[in-house]
């Protein structure tokens, strides 16, 4: 089975932007969490998505936005971007809802300027 | 708010040691939690998964224990390899919210 992929792998953003990243879980598995991951805040749980509904949400401001689609994939936005935003974008998925082993996809390495 | 602490943040050893690594949570009232490994640059590698009614688990090499009431889990990695050279981080999802909460990891370097 593939594993998670995301794309893209790298992005280069400037401040106020805003940026589209994409993740597809592992083939039958229908729930996809994010995580943002930072050398000073580590990682931060974003959100998580089960049968196109957001089921549980991080401590972030509204800027960070996403959503799942029917097949599963999902995306996550950020709007107007600030230099704190640089972060490692990570996804993971797993079969059901809540409690199962997570499955990580490789990130996507985002850099704000 | 669940708190997730690893200590220690870095160990070195030599090759053929046992490792133990510590992780350490506040809140007692988890679902479950996980051990990953992350390679540099790298998305994170699940290594165990222990139930909240769990005491440990065993994978090859890797035996993860968990004490639910003192808040510790412990990962121990038996006659470790330079291959085993990695950032090792514990997560706890919480019994009611089922967040995932991640301590800052240990990062280990097995010296050949």
């Known amino acids: 089975k593939a594993g998670v992929t995301q794309t893209p792998r790298y992005l280069i953003k400037t401040r106020g932007q805003q940026v589209t990243l994409s993740c597809s879980p592992i083939?039958?598995?229908?729930?996809v969490s994010w995580y943002q991951q930072t050398p000073g805040q580590g990682l931060q749980f974003l959100f998580e998505y089960f049968s196109e509904t957001q089921r549980n949400k991080g401590n972030f401001p509204g800027r960070f936005s996403g959503r799942q689609f029917s097949n599963s994939r999902s995306e996550m936005n950020v709007s107007t971007l600030e230099l704190g935003d640089s972060a490692l974008y990570l996804c993971?998925?797993?079969?059901?809802?809540?409690?199962?082993?997570?499955?990580f996809g490789p990130g996507t390495r985002l850099t704000v300027l | 708010k669940q708190e997730v602490t690893q200590i220690p943040a870095a160990l070195s050893v030599p090759e053929g040691e046992n490792l133990v690594l510590n992780c350490s949570f506040t809140d007692s009232a988890i679902y479950n939690l996980q051990w990953f490994r992350q390679d540099p640059g790298k998305g994170l590698t699940s290594l165990l998964l222990?139930?909240?009614?769990?005491r440990e688990q065993t994978s090859g090499r890797l035996n993860a224990s968990l004490d639910k009431s003192s808040g510790r889990s412990t990962l121990y990695i038996a006659a470790s390899q330079p291959g085993d050279s990695a950032t090792y981080l514990c997560?706890?999802?919480?019994?009611?919210?089922?967040?995932?909460?991640f301590g800052a990891g240990t990062t280990v370097t097995v010296r050949a």
């Open positions: 993971a998925s797993s079969p059901r809802e809540g409690g199962d082993t997570q499955y």
């Open positions: 222990i139930q909240s009614s769990q």
């Open positions: 083939s039958g598995h229908r729930s």
């Open positions: 997560a706890v999802r919480g019994g009611n919210d089922y967040k995932l909460s």
